[in-house]
Structures are given as structure tokens and as C-alpha cells.
């Protein structure tokens, strides 16, 4: 399938791979409303499309936003597509699952970048800027029986968005671990991880974590 990704546009990595992947296990209802939160190129969104749901994408970012929306047109797939900070567009509406890919890398800076590639990956001190405003806000979205599935590193603290999703009233686990290589992000910022005892030794691995969360309830 033809994609496009803009200059400045997170390119589909192994991360994306994998939400993809657990995408597919999941069992959607006709007709399913589904959120892709920081969509970026468009691609998660635009497999969950071709499985006939109904798909709101949101980024924060214009290209990212344009970007999607290209791609949904060479796909030729129905794509509801917002700009946008994280969850706010779809305020006061609900979904049968929510995806998200979100900036999660640990970085020397405290605050998120406001601007240019590094947007789509930085995510202050321990990773969690918005990590945690999902696990805090999505669970609201979610109807009865909906899922969450998110994906994120190791090194961001899988076991404190479980914390948080299971104190909103969720069931959560982590449903699978991959690891891949450093890649040149991880790499060029190696000595700084080390200092924060993020990484030990000579590792050069970063372990990735979909995390599956269900709101208890029967749907409808």
C-alpha cells in the first residue's frame, strides 16, 4: 500500500509494527469507533480503517495532520482526521478502542518540544509527559468493554502506566516485550542514560511494551 511521510513526520518504525499487530488480535464491534491518538503518517490509523472502523486520528501537528490525511487518499479510506493537543478534539465522545504510539523517550530536556522532528519522541526526564496524560484522560473516553492499546518503552516506566490505568478503573497488562536495537536517538544520547541508570552496562537494547487495557463493562 502506497504511503508518503512528510519531512518532519515520525516515519513508521518497529514501534508502529507492533501496535499494528496487536491491532489485529483485537475483536472490534460493526461499525467500531476507534481513536488514534498522535497519529503521525496515518498508518495505525489507516489499519484500523481497513478493518471497517469508523477512525478518528489526531496529532498535534500540522504536518502530521496533512500527512495523514494524504495518505488516507492514496489509501482510499474514510479517515476523520484532527490537529490538535493529545485528547482534547474528542472531548465528550467515547470509542471502542483507543491506539497510541506517543512521544516516549527519556530526554535531558524537562519539557516536550514544541516544534520539529524530536516532537514525535521526546518526553522529558523519565518519558512520561504524555504518557501520563493519556493513562490519566483515556480512560474516560473508553465505553463499556472498550481497549486501550498503547505502546511505549521500557525505559519510560511501563509499570507506572499500569499503576495509573488500574487506578482508573481499568484491567491492564502488559501483552507483549520486543526488543530492538538502539537506534540513533537512544545511541547519541548513550552516556546520558547510563548517568540516570536507564541503561546499564554495555546495553544497547531498548525494550518495547504494548500495554492492553480493558474499561470493565459489557459493551452497549
Known amino acids: 500500500m502506497t504511503t508518503v511521510t ?4 515520525y516515519t513508521a518504525q518497529d514501534d508502529t509494527d507492533l501496535l499494528v499487530h496487536h491491532l489485529h488480535q483485537e475483536t472490534l464491534p460493526p461499525q467500531a469507533e476507534v481513536l488514534d491518538v498522535g497519529t503521525g503518517t496515518g498508518a495505525v490509523a489507516l489499519a484500523a480503517a481497513r478493518l471497517g472502523a469508523r477512525v478518528t486520528a489526531v496529532d498535534i501537528s500540522w504536518r ?11 489509501a482510499r479510506l474514510p479517515l476523520r482526521v484532527r490537529r490538535g493537543d493529545l485528547l482534547a478534539p474528542v472531548s465528550g465522545r467515547s470509542f471502542d478502542l ?3 504510539n506517543p512521544p516516549y523517550v527519556p530526554a535531558p530536556a524537562a519539557s516536550c518540544p514544541r516544534r520539529g522532528g524530536a516532537r514525535a519522541w521526546d518526553a522529558g526526564r523519565d518519558g512520561r509527559l504524555v504518557l501520563d496524560r493519556i493513562c490519566q484522560n483515556a480512560p474516560v473516553l473508553l465505553r463499556p468493554g472498550g481497549v486501550l492499546l498503547l505502546v511505549q518503552s521500557a525505559l519510560s516506566g511501563p509499570q507506572e502506566s499500569l499503576r495509573q490505568l488500574r487506578a482508573a478503573g ?3 497488562g502488559i501483552v507483549e516485550r520486543h ?8 545511541r ?10 536507564l541503561v546499564e552496562g554495555d546495553d544497547d537494547k531498548e525494550e518495547l511494551v504494548i500495554i492492553r487495557a480493558v474499561r470493565l463493562g459489557r459493551p452497549g
Do not use: E, M, T, Y
Open 170 to 172: 481499568l484491567r491492564a
Open 179 to 186: 526488543c530492538i536495537a538502539f537506534g540513533p536517538v537512544l
Open 188 to 197: 547519541s544520547r548513550n552516556d546520558w542514560l547510563r548517568g540516570r541508570g
Open 6 to 9: 512528510l519531512p518532519g513526520v
Open 98 to 100: 483507543i491506539l497510541s
Open 64 to 74: 502530521a495532520a496533512l500527512n495523514a490525511k494524504v495518505n488516507a487518499v492514496l
